[in-house]
């Protein structure tokens, strides 16, 4: 008998255990689920975080639709790529986009590579052919203006970027690249860089890849036909502005005792955020 009564109330306690991971309507985190669309596509305007969007081949893609922006005209678009392991609600939360969409009216766009990691090599189409299959979802779904798709990306996530200016010119409008790493063959595509791109990168003086950074952009100056700099040395940042090919530039700016970091954030934006700088950037030179 008392061994009828201990499974009876160990089964209590299972189904109770099933109750409170179900959670109900007025739960906790149930205002997160609700503010969280997946696969919404049928109803694209509709302002929040859109999850998992496929594209050709199965790969997916989160999306932010601002708040007060109407998509019955094209907007605005600025793809995250993550970082290497990482992937979109990583890049989402460092970038911290989704507030600076809703300020200014753009798309915050968060590709999630399923390797963790992109291939940013002269030869290898796939991650490219991913970026371009969403950008093509985002012109023809979401009314994405293709005037203005712009590219960012940190750490192998830059070097991707730097990749999709290269490999992409005619799609994109201009490129941030948040401390590029070096990763891969990314140096043999900056060699064979022939289209200039409006470009802004990011550098930390403490972060040891900011030399395998530098190299990169270098190149690239050098293959658009890049002038002097006029530099601005602050005491917490260098920036420096090179006019290029084709009425482009290049800019670069150096936060001296930053690391190999997504610099700033919303709340934070000293001494600055790179998210807000590359916008600025963009809407100045596209």
Not at 234 to 247: F, I, P, S
Not at 265 to 282: G, I, L, Q, R
Request: with cysteine; proline share 7%; glycine share 12%.
């Amino acid at each position: 008998m008392t061994a009828m009564r201990t499974l009876r109330g160990l089964a209590v306690l299972a189904l109770l255990a099933v109750a409170v991971g179900c959670g109900g309507p007025g739960e906790a985190g149930s205002q997160d689920k609700a503010d969280d669309k997946t696969e919404t596509k049928a109803d694209p305007g509709e302002p929040g975080l859109h999850k998992k969007v496929k594209v050709d081949g199965g790969k997916t893609y989160d999306v932010y639709v601002p708040k007060g922006r109407s998509l019955d005209e094209p907007v605005p678009a600025v793809l995250v790529l993550h970082g290497m392991p990482g992937d979109a609600a990583e890049a989402r939360e460092q970038s911290g986009l989704d507030a600076l969409a809703d300020e200014e009216g753009f798309l915050a766009v968060y590709p999630d590579n399923p390797n963790g990691s992109w291939t940013p090599n002269p030869d290898d189409e796939g991650d490219s052919d991913f970026v371009r299959d969403i950008i093509t979802d985002l012109t023809g779904t979401w009314n994405a203006d293709p005037k203005r798709i712009f590219v960012s990306g940190t750490s192998n996530g830059g070097d991707m970027a730097l990749t999709i200016g290269a490999k992409l010119p005619d799609l994109v409008a201009g490129i941030a690249a948040v401390v590029p790493a070096g990763t891969e063959e990314v140096a043999k595509v900056m060699d064979a860089v022939e289209t200039p791109v409006p470009l802004i990168a990011f550098f930390g003086g403490n972060d040891p890849r900011e030399g395998l950074g530098l190299d990169l952009v270098a190149t690239w100056r050098d293959r658009v036909e890049c002038g002097k700099a006029k530099t601005d040395k602050g005491k917490q940042v260098t920036v420096r502005e090179y006019a290029c090919a084709d009425d482009t530039a290049v800019v670069t700016q150096e936060v001296h005792e930053g690391f190999h970091e997504w610099f700033g954030t919303a709340a934070e934006p000293e001494p600055v955020w790179a998210s807000a700088a590359m916008w600025e950037f963009f809407t100045r030179k596209s």
